[in-house]
């Protein structure tokens, strides 16, 4: 990563410039903080679905909303939606094999940047 002073400079030029912030990103070396949070999400998803026992963790991206009222508006979205809509229903048991959801997370990211544009 470039010390400040020169991504201060980098950042002026490239305001004067109108660049995008994916070439500022890439000249700085500065990570987008919504693709580490997806790739951390996606990580973590597999970890959670490989746990053996029925931990809280677990029983919490599994859990499904109880009888009752439903509040005007759309359906709220958990956390697990994102990985159902892109790996379907049977994700955590396509995340037991830990080698092939890590081999997943660059194809499944891109995936999900496009859906969620």
């Known amino acids: 990563m470039l010390n400040i002073q020169s991504n201060e400079k980098i950042l002026a030029e490239a305001k004067k410039k109108g660049l995008k912030c994916t070439e500022i990103r890439k000249r700085t070396g500065v990570q987008d903080v919504v ?9 973590w998803a597999g970890h959670v679905a490989r746990f053996d026992d029925n931990r809280w963790t677990q029983r919490v991206s599994e859990w499904q909303p109880g009888e009752g009222r439903t509040a005007i508006g759309r359906q ?17 048991h396509d995340a037991q094999h830990r080698q092939r959801w890590r081999s997943d997370v660059e194809g499944y990211f891109q995936q999900w940047m496009n859906t969620s544009s």
Do not use: E, F, N, S
């Open 35 to 43: 693709q580490l949070t997806l790739k951390q999400k996606w990580k």
């Open 76 to 92: 709220r979205r958990r956390w697990r939606d994102d990985l159902v809509q892109l790996k379907g229903a049977t994700w955590i």
